[in-house]
């Protein structure tokens, strides 16, 4: 071979060696670039799987918003705003008032304010009275619509008094809310496609969303026969019947009456369920009958406790507590459930509730209103209440409570003392007539709640309470 031929050979060798090294560079780096595709396809195909699972999600978080932005202003409620703040040391003031306790003094706790929605606001409160008041108090404190928080409570114990009733501690109080400043903006809220519509298909959920809110209110019953912890628990070397003190026997004797008072009641209460000797259910005008005398009944006990704790009658600790736990507390819950709605059956219909209404307007017409609120109380506890059943019945019993209401109205005008001795009628003016001597034109005031409304010939119409009464001259 000569040697031009292997140098042709050589430089097609290098030059192939040359070409399959780029080549093969060439393939290495497209499984590069097909392998980065890959995984930035694989990445895209993940966010569109998200975005699509966000987008699914809307519907979700929209609802959510909806049911938020309806209810939020109903969430600021609890929170006073700029007016209220001002009322702020007289709701204390007032609450104290109705607790039964002193308010010796009333200061506002001077803070820096700070930056946001909600800017907080407290009270420093001095007090004398009672535990029981003191509890009354904070549980008036804890149902305020706003919200109020006792932050603080310092108590400085009474001596020991004639009485462990008679305790009268000092108290220190510190009591806070937030006042929820409107004018702060928040964020600009997102717009929501066709929101009023959605809204309208929302309703019952943000109905339920508030009614979840809603928290039960506590209310305080009183002592329930414990004692003040503040106080020394022991009587005086005399005893429980030392001086000014009623025997022991005697005291018994009272709570045997109380008790035995309270067995007639429920045994009053078992004849109206029909749960009484025979068995049989009592007629509605029996049942009437029976409700009269136990409330009648009702009112005498509570009249003797009342009696029993306001003159400290009950000086033995254990005789005291027997009242408390087997006379009192039962009695309020027998009354309790007296009161509780009645299943639908024992309702009246739309037929009997449009008889009842018929005889009442009748009775009113002819001026025999004792006759009217007889009609309504022999069917009082079968009428159910004004927000139940259909449009029609509502309807209905709200005209018969407004009749009835009507008639207590005229009676309790009957009973005033409205003497006429005189009138002039004036068509081109105000008429005037003289009521018990003196001078009234139309449109002023009797008294509090009695107005002239009109003059007529034969008559003068009154405004009382809101219900129009003609007086015949």
Do not use: W
């Given at each position: 071979?000569?040697?031009?031929?292997?140098?042709?050979?050589?430089?097609?060798?290098?030059?192939?060696?040359?070409?399959?090294?780029?080549?093969?560079?060439?393939?290495?780096?497209?499984?590069?670039?097909v392998s980065e595709e890959e995984t930035a396809i694989h990445d895209l195909q993940g966010k569109i799987k998200e975005a699509r699972g966000k987008i699914a999600q809307i519907p979700a978080d929209e609802k959510d918003v909806i049911i938020l932005r309806e209810n939020v202003k109903e969430y600021a409620k609890i929170l006073p705003d700029e007016k209220e703040v001002t009322e702020y040391?007289?709701?204390?003031?007032?609450?104290?008032?109705?607790?039964?306790m002193i308010l010796t003094s009333l200061s506002p706790e001077i803070r820096q304010k700070r930056k946001g929605t909600f800017q907080p606001i407290r009270y420093k409160m001095k007090l004398q009275g009672s535990l029981w008041q003191l509890m009354r108090l904070i549980n008036l404190l804890e149902n305020h619509p706003r919200f109020m928080q006792v932050k603080q409570i310092r108590l400085s114990a009474a001596r020991k008094g004639k009485t462990v009733g008679d305790a009268v501690h000092t108290v220190g109080l510190t009591v806070e809310t937030y006042y929820y400043n409107k004018s702060v903006k928040g964020k600009t809220q997102v717009k929501i496609p066709n929101y009023l519509s959605k809204k309208t298909d929302l309703e019952e959920a943000?109905?339920?969303?508030?009614s979840k809110f809603e928290e039960d209110k506590y209310s305080?019953?009183?002592?329930s026969g414990r004692r003040d912890i503040?106080?020394?628990?022991?009587?005086?070397?005399?005893?429980?019947?030392?001086?000014?003190?009623?025997?022991?026997?005697?005291?018994?004797?009272?709570?045997d009456a109380c008790r035995k008072l309270l067995a007639e009641i429920v045994e009053i209460k078992k004849r109206m369920d029909g749960k009484g000797p025979g068995g049989s259910r009592p007629n509605i005008i029996q049942r009437f009958e029976l409700g009269k005398e136990m409330s009648k009944r009702i009112g005498i006990l509570r009249s003797k406790i009342q009696q029993i704790e306001e003159q400290g009658l009950l000086s033995y600790a254990p005789l005291h507590s027997q009242l408390v736990t087997n006379v009192k507390e039962p009695l309020e819950k027998l009354v309790a459930s007296s009161k509780?709605?009645?299943p639908e059956s024992e309702f009246l219909g739309v037929d009997a509730l449009e008889r009842i209404k018929k005889s009442m307007e009748d009775a009113l017409d002819l001026g025999d209103l004792d006759l009217a609120v007889e009609r309504y109380k022999l069917a009082q506890n079968k009428i159910g209440p004004a927000d139940f059943g259909t449009p029609k019945r509502r309807q209905l019993v709200k005209i018969v409570k407004g009749l009835y209401r009507k008639a207590l109205v005229a009676q309790e005008f009957a009973r005033k003392k409205i003497k006429i001795t005189g009138r002039i009628l004036r068509p081109d003016g105000l008429s005037l007539v003289i009521i018990n001597g003196k001078s009234y034109f139309e449109g002023d005031p009797v008294d509090e709640d009695l107005f002239v409304k009109s003059l007529t010939p034969d008559s003068v119409e009154f405004i009382y309470k809101g219900v129009v009464i003609s007086k015949k001259i």
């Open positions: 071979m000569v040697p031009n031929e292997k140098k042709v050979l050589l430089g097609i060798g290098v030059v192939s060696l040359v070409l399959a090294g780029v080549g093969a560079f060439g393939i290495h780096y497209a499984l590069g670039k040391a007289r709701t204390l003031a007032h609450y104290s008032s109705q607790a039964g943000i109905h339920n969303a508030r305080f019953k009183g002592p503040f106080v020394d628990p022991r009587l005086p070397s005399q005893g429980a019947e030392g001086k000014g003190r009623l025997p022991r026997k005697q005291q018994q004797r009272i709570v509780e709605k009645k």
